[in-house]
């Protein structure tokens, strides 16, 4: 208001002084902008189907969640150019079609990228899709390997798991999955660094963890560190059949070195930046 007066009396004096008057107070438009208002975690939920769910959770910036039977998180993120970054996939290449149809219907065509933080099924599971549709898919040199080395062992692991007749669907489907390497890969020490217009993100390996080639995939304009499975979002440990119980709470101390508000486990609802001291709190208890 006062703002406007001022540009008022500016106006009947001196129109130049006006325009730069203008540009320093901003249009009411730009106010209402939500951007601009802190938003809580939920903003907007998008059911695709019975199993796979959007939130809107920021701006731009989407949890996806798939339950297949058991739910685990991706990420999608609007950068400032435009692209549209995936990080993990549904798990399996159905869903991460239907995920895209959604974000073309949501966005238009886009460019798209995606990027793997582990070679479990829940972190890839979707890539023969991606791959068929010319989408670069980043991952770890290990990630790659680990996917041919201990992909039938993961496969055996999983289809245990899903032999009561109520997971007969998932049972087929996770038998039937095509387990696809990243085909973009980069050093697991040196990490990845990628620039979309004036936004960056960062692939960052802290040491082994629930699988000894999780990475992080920070995105430090808008403070989300996207921590995957290594960061626990429920009050379980969760499959430790390739995790190093050991190194594990040494690997998620080095993440306090981000400067994060939001932070997306690879399952759970919470967001919140209290999840590392929460994974340290279940990792001790496990370890007892
Ligand atoms: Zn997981």
């Given at each position: 208001m006062l703002c406007e007066t001022n540009l008022y009396r500016k106006f009947l004096v001196f129109l130049p002084v006006l325009m730069v008057m203008m540009g320093a107070c901003g249009s009411p438009q730009a106010a209402a902008d939500p951007v601009e208002t802190p938003v809580p975690f939920l903003v907007e939920r998008f059911d695709?189907?019975?199993n796979l769910t959007v939130r809107s959770?920021?701006?731009?910036v989407y949890v996806i969640t798939h339950s297949f039977p058991w739910p685990a998180n991706a990420a999608l993120v609007e950068m400032d150019d435009s692209t549209l970054v995936l990080v993990d996939t549904p798990y399996t290449p159905e869903a991460t079609k239907d995920l895209l149809a959604w974000a073309e219907a949501q966005f238009g065509e886009r460019e798209i990228i995606a990027i793997n933080t582990g070679f479990h099924y829940d972190n890839l599971g979707g890539n023969s899709y991606l791959i068929e549709q010319g989408i670069p898919v980043y991952g770890s040199d290990l990630t790659a390997r680990l996917v041919e080395e201990r992909g039938d062992e993961m496969r055996a692991l999983t289809l245990s798991w899903l032999?009561?007749?109520?997971?007969q669907r998932y049972y087929e489907a996770h038998r039937n999955l095509p387990y696809t390497p990243p085909d973009h890969l980069f050093a697991l020490d040196k990490g990845l660094s990628l620039q979309f217009g004036a936004e960056s993100l960062e692939v960052y390996f802290p040491?082994?963890?629930?699988?000894?080639d999780n990475v992080v995939v920070y995105f430090p304009v808008r403070k989300i560190?996207?921590?995957?499975?290594?960061?626990?979002?429920?009050?379980k440990v969760g499959?430790?059949?390739?995790?190093?119980l050991a190194a594990w709470p040494e690997s998620i101390r080095k993440l306090y070195q981000f400067d994060f508000e939001m932070v997306i486990p690879g399952h759970g609802d919470r967001l919140d930046d209290g999840l590392l001291a929460h994974t340290l709190d279940i990792l001790a208890e496990y370890g007892q």
């Open positions: 695709l189907d019975s959770v920021q701006p731009g032999e009561a007749p109520q997971y040491g082994p963890t629930h699988s000894p560190l996207f921590a995957g499975c290594m960061v626990l979002g429920t009050d499959n430790t059949s390739d995790a190093d």
